[in-house]
């Protein structure tokens, strides 16, 4: 599914309606246990608002594909990245807290915890709710042999991974490992400067910081969050809570009911029940399209505008006009047409002592000189 210049994710059609499709390819045959089997059941037994639902899986011998609702809006990653969506606090709120209740019920729930929690798996409805997907299966999806991720991409989806968990490849996920992952993911809608911000280091070498013990009496490695301290969107409480929960000592995080009674606030004291918050992001959303449309609009004239000056600078205005317009230009017979050639003296020994600029300067100078004689005279 393509929008604009995002790729959201391969799609299909069940009963009826869209899906989404997700590929866990396996570099040899990979038979469903009956542990599996269960734990697939489990997740169709999953029923949340902010949960996507999982529908079923497709299972062949090199590769399982995993059918679950379709979002229209696709990712939160993909939202953060687009800069022409705008993130008011009424919106970044609403996103936020779908995501706690959605957190909340999945550690509530048989799963236990998430374990694959990152921006790309938060969903977005054509309603703009936010919806968690890709939890469970742990064991497929790290069989799963996908052939188009290289090095740097491997350690691109580790971004939210939490340094106890790094430290042991063999442990899927954690409940507190949830609560870093959730850290990392506010610090992005917040900051919408990728999950790590603006930085110049490789992915693998910011995973080998995260990852390595720190040293007595320094802070260990994480985001930069002073870069973003500015931002009219973080307030105290907001940093404050981003820091606890990516502690590195996984016993002072706090849990999401805590989390969300800490994150209250953000929505301003406001109490409008959820049809009213829809509507008023929907509107704000229309409003914001339309700024596009005309943003949009303005630099297709301007560069229309561009090429008709350029048209009319190189050929006499009744044959711009009609190639602008798309029609065919008719030949124009003259009784008598004089052609002028002219020949600049020394021009190569001139130009093997001067610079390409000098050059330039020059002959610009001399066709200036030119057009100011022509236009007094009844020539092209």
């Not at 939210?160 to 610090?187: M, T």
């Amino acid at each position: 599914s393509r929008c604009s210049n995002q790729v959201f994710t391969p799609t299909a059609r069940f009963r009826s309606v869209v899906v989404r499709i997700k590929e866990l390819k396996f570099s040899r045959r990979k038979d469903i246990s009956r542990e599996i089997m269960k734990e697939m059941r489990l997740l169709r037994d999953l029923r949340h608002d902010n949960i996507n639902s999982f529908i079923g899986a497709c299972v062949e011998p090199m590769r399982i594909l995993l059918v679950t609702d379709y979002c229209a809006k696709g990712s939160l990653y993909d939202i953060i990245e687009n800069e022409d969506i705008k993130l008011d606090d009424l919106f970044i709120a609403s996103l936020v807290h779908d995501l706690i209740k959605a957190m909340i019920y999945i550690h509530s729930s048989a799963l236990n915890y998430h374990g694959n929690l990152k921006s790309s798996n938060c969903v977005v409805t054509s309603r703009w709710m936010l919806q968690v997907t890709d939890f469970g299966l742990h064991d497929l999806r790290h069989c799963a042999e996908n052939e188009s991720i290289g090095e740097h991409q491997h350690y691109r989806n580790l971004f939210w991974k939490s340094p106890e968990l790094l430290r042991q490849p063999n442990a899927y996920g954690s409940q507190k490992g949830d609560v870093y992952a959730f850290a990392i993911i506010l610090f992005e809608i917040i900051g919408r400067r990728g999950p790590f911000g603006y930085t110049e280091l490789e992915p693998k070498e910011i995973i080998d910081r995260v990852k390595a013990l720190p040293e007595a009496g320094k802070e260990p490695f994480r985001p930069d969050i002073e870069s973003v301290i500015e931002n009219e969107n973080a307030s105290d409480y907001v940093i404050n809570c981003i820091r606890d929960c990516w502690d590195e000592n996984a016993e002072l995080r706090p849990d999401f009911p805590n989390i969300r009674n800490r994150l209250k606030r953000m929505r301003g004291g406001k109490s409008k029940n959820i049809m009213d918050q829809m509507m008023e992001m929907m509107e704000k959303y229309a409003n914001n399209l339309e700024e596009i449309v005309q943003d949009r609009t303005r630099l297709l004239c301007e560069e229309k505008r561009k090429t008709e000056d350029l048209l009319h600078r190189m050929l006499p205005q009744p044959v711009a006009e009609k190639l602008t317009k798309g029609l065919g230009v008719e030949p124009v017979s003259y009784d008598s047409v004089t052609i002028y050639f002219s020949d600049i003296v020394g021009f190569t020994a001139m130009s093997a002592e001067s610079t390409p600029l000098q050059v330039v300067n020059f002959l610009n100078d001399l066709y200036t000189v030119f057009d100011r004689i022509i236009k007094g005279y009844d020539v092209y």
